[in-house]
């Protein structure tokens, strides 16, 4: 059984970084694509950015972060990273991490077969 733990949300000001860490076990996670999803209170959850299995390769952005956020991936500690950077308000929400048990990432959230719990961050303007 894969289980995705996230940590390092919390409340930041508009402008500021925070690092979220998203440690996984129970499963092969080197072969794993790795993604971060997000929701906002009455809005549906949407993709923020995922990671292919060899982390060196390919990944992909939300637009609205593109150029903000960094996705990245330590296979040897088996947890994969968001740095975020230059905050807005509209980036609170609870964000998630997510695991695809084949080893390219998909945006679509039904593609992913395994999730976090969550964790909140709050940007205050």
């Known amino acids: 059984q894969v289980q995705l733990v996230e940590s390092g949300g919390g409340l930041v000001q508009a402008g500021g970084s925070l690092r979220l860490s998203c440690a996984a076990s129970g499963g092969t996670f080197s072969s794993y694509a790795m993604g971060w999803f997000r929701q906002a209170p009455g809005k549906d959850r949407e993709f923020v950015a995922a990671i292919n299995w060899s982390g060196g390769g390919s990944t992909d952005y939300r637009g609205s972060v593109k150029g903000r956020f960094t996705i990245s991936r330590d296979n040897s500690k088996n947890t994969v990273y968001l740095q975020m950077s230059s905050l807005k308000p509209e980036d609170t929400a609870v964000y998630y991490c997510?695991?695809?048990?084949?080893?390219?990432?998909?945006?679509?959230?039904?593609?992913?077969?395994?999730w976090g719990q969550g964790t909140q961050v709050t940007v205050s303007s």
């Open positions: 997510a695991g695809r048990n084949v080893g390219y990432y998909s945006t679509l959230i039904n593609q992913w077969h395994y």
